[in-house]
């Protein structure tokens, strides 16, 4: 990569778009969100809108800059991990969108549960293989060219056609990333084998820019895309994180931990598995836990208030396990997992102590559970996402995690797939 080149980062999450772009070294140059438009967790091109919309305001912010968008030459996209939708030839959504944390697909879990392993990630009523099937019987008309997800169909909207998919983002859909190959048994539980994206390396160059979107864009018509991967990874590739026993937890909606492992460990009963990364492994999974539930009781203005009232050296005697609304991925998979949370105080500050200490909880046998099946006790634990800036949260969960927190260099999960532009060279 020549020295004035720029990598663009996109990362698709729950409530909107964020985009980084950094230099040669990784270090950030811009960065620019945008919002989804309403209901846009069932809409697949309310995340394209979003995009360009965020695009258009990132190359407004390089020229004010006084820097030249047409130097960015090369981009990568991220997304939220198993959400997916079905297209048809000309990458149009034919059914709606099924999100990360969607669930219930108990005939689609039958099925493969007849013919999956053990040990399968595709097994569950809330797992990606399910969320397939049940898309192809949205699409009787059997329309659909593709299954994309949700990062692959932005790089598609791109590139003007679609690209495929990555290592991460097929981990859950069933992809072996060891072998590099779907499994035997799909075509027996109606997987419709020709919509399965063809997958890559990630941060493989896979393919470039339409020159018309490019123009429409302010882009260069040269600009490279290069393999995605998941919201989470991309977080942890943004914090700093890089030698083996190194941890990021990611406190956003939901709460993601990533472990970096030279062994890989899956245990789909308790909703772990293993993304590769390089010749190492990114142990963890996703619990339904996080900001979210939070954010469901009290606003941003109350939260910050609240917890200046707590004193995180004292326990709040509450045991609660904090959901929305009832199922678990992890580190218990159980889709009828119910939420404890009561008794409930009169106090405010005292039911928020008590929630943050159960999700800092559920964090603590999180990694637990991954050094039980053989993952390296975590030697730091690098914090991304909003509840990285909460103090009060941050003194709960010292006490009760297995190793010292640190900062993460950047919080956003655009920078870390902008930074997996440079891994190609």
């Not at 079905?86 to 149009?92: E, N, S, Y």
């Not at 018309?212 to 700093?240: M, N, P, R, V």
């Not at 003194?395 to 532009?421: H, N, Q, T, W, Y």
Request: hydrophobic content about 45%; charged content about 20%; some cysteine.
């Amino acid at each position: 990569m020549e020295a004035g080149t720029l990598s663009l980062g996109i990362d698709i999450g729950t409530s909107g778009v964020r985009t980084a772009v950094v230099d040669v070294f990784g270090a950030v140059v811009s960065t620019a969100r945008a919002e989804h438009s309403a209901r846009s967790g069932e809409d697949a091109n309310a995340w394209w809108d979003a995009v360009k919309r965020v695009i258009q305001t990132q190359v407004a912010t390089l020229d004010s800059f006084g820097l030249d968008a047409a130097r960015i030459a090369r981009l990568a996209v991220d997304g939220t991990s198993g959400s997916m939708v079905l297209v048809d030839a000309a990458l149009h959504p034919v059914t709606p969108a099924l999100m990360y944390n969607s669930s219930g697909f108990t005939a689609e879990a039958a099925m493969i549960e007849r013919f999956a392993e053990p040990t399968s990630i595709t097994r569950g009523t809330s797992s990606a293989l399910a969320r397939m099937l049940r898309l192809q019987s949205l699409d009787d008309r059997k329309q659909s060219a593709h299954l994309l997800h949700q990062a692959d169909f932005i790089a598609a909207k791109i590139a003007g056609r679609s690209l495929g998919s990555d290592d991460n983002n097929a981990l859950k859909l069933g992809w072996d990333p060891e072998s590099r190959a779907w499994p035997d048994w799909f075509e027996a539980v109606g997987v419709r084998i020709d919509l399965l994206p063809d997958v890559h390396m990630v941060g493989e160059v896979i393919g470039s820019i339409d020159p018309t979107l490019a123009d429409e864009l302010g882009l260069s018509a040269d600009l490279q895309i290069h393999a995605g991967t998941t919201d989470s990874i991309a977080a942890f590739l943004a914090s700093g994180a890089k030698e083996v026993g190194d941890a990021v937890t990611s406190l956003g909606t939901t709460l993601a931990i990533k472990l970096l492992s030279e062994t890989r460990v899956d245990d789909p009963a308790r909703g772990i598995y293993s993304h590769r990364l390089g010749s190492r492994w990114l142990a963890g999974g996703a619990s339904n836990t996080g900001g979210g539930v939070l954010a469901s009781f009290f606003s941003t203005d109350a939260l910050n208030e609240l917890s200046g009232q707590i004193d995180p050296a004292r326990s709040s005697g509450l045991d609660y396990y904090p959901l929305i609304k009832p199922g678990e991925r992890f580190p218990i998979n159980d889709p009828a997992l119910p939420p404890r949370l009561d008794p409930r105080p009169e106090n405010d500050a005292a039911f928020l102590h008590g929630m943050l200490e159960g999700i800092a909880r559920i964090e603590a046998r999180a990694y637990a559970e991954l050094h039980a099946l053989g993952s390296p006790t975590p030697k730091r634990i690098f914090t991304a996402g909003g509840g990285a800036k909460n103090p009060a949260w941050l003194a709960i969960r010292a006490k009760m995690l297995p190793a010292p927190l640190v900062s993460s260099d950047e919080a956003e999960a655009s920078i870390g797939v902008a930074r997996l532009c440079l891994t190609s060279d």
